[in-house]
């Protein structure tokens, strides 16, 4: 096991866009690969009704989730595991989620184009996968003034 990206917090305002490119529903089960503070799962579940997954390798990590989860009232709808990323089975997901780093989410690629059901949306901030052509990417600059570039496939 080993660390694929420090922990980077998302903006508020780019988890509601993360959330918006893949069109998560009180139907999705959305995956967080590399959860940090959980706030992706824990807004799909607070805005959407989305169930949700977010593992990371740092028990902190996985403890502060809980915890804002709690706070949040939504942990009947999520659940927060440590866990090497490369060892999730992403099979039910039908959203996935990676901030990670350009050659992990490489890594991560394989993984996602055997394991995930047609039809899944797998929304990376800020890298793009090997040769798999996304079906959307949106560029826009944060409330921070960040330049922020959000990759969408749509698993076949």
Known sequence: MYILAPFVPTPPDVVDRVLSLAEVTSLDLVYDAGCGDGRI????????????????IEPHWIDESRAKARQAEVEHLVIFKVQDVLTLDFSPATVVF????????????????????????IVSLSFCMGNWEPAKVDRFVDANSAQRTLYLWIAD
Do not use: F, H, N, Q
């Not at 780093?101 to 995930?116: C, I, Y």
């Open 98 to 121: 990676l901030y990670l780093v350009e050659w992990s989410t490489r890594k991560v690629e394989p993984l996602l184009k055997s394991m995930v059901r047609p039809g899944t949306r």
């Open 41 to 56: 799962v824990i807004a799909a579940a607070r805005r959407c009704g989305a169930r949700g997954l977010g593992v990371d």
